[in-house]
């Protein structure tokens, strides 16, 4: 499992082989945070947040990807998988910039149907 430093490394070189057009209005950046984030809707605790896309009036627009997160869902993963899932974390983030700039709302609607089959497969427990 690699590290959180060794991860942030991985992560730099995985922004800087994007294009620069997809990081305008980008301002914040892409951070690793150290943390470990549940979804607030979730059933369990089995939901974790991977990454999000921010777009704060002050703080402007930026990218989180919780380290903790990722590393509770992947620690027992190798290497290469778990530098995939960060990958696809980090492109999924982007895209919500992306939409966002564009007006779009489509990743952010898929986002909502997964949450929705999540619940369907985690019913609540009237008992």
Do not use: C, W
């Not at 930026?62 to 997160?69: A, C, P, T």
């Not at 149907?113 to 427990?125: D, E, G, Q, V």
């Amino acid at each position: 499992m690699l590290t959180l430093e060794e991860t942030q490394l991985a992560l730099a070189r995985m922004v800087e082989a994007l294009p620069e057009e997809i990081f305008i209005d980008l301002n914040g950046g892409v951070l690793l945070k150290d943390e470990i984030r549940l979804h607030p809707n979730r059933r369990a605790d089995d939901l974790f947040i991977l990454g999000e896309y921010y777009r704060d009036r002050i703080f402007g627009r930026y990218v989180v990807i919780y380290y903790g997160s990722l590393y509770r869902v992947f620690q027992h993963a190798p290497d290469e998988v778990f530098l995939r899932e960060l990958e696809h974390v980090l492109k999924h983030e982007l895209t919500h910039h992306l939409e966002n700039r564009a007006g779009d709302r489509d990743l952010e609607i898929d986002d909502e149907i997964k949450l929705l089959h999540y619940h369907a497969s985690h019913p609540l427990n009237y008992e």
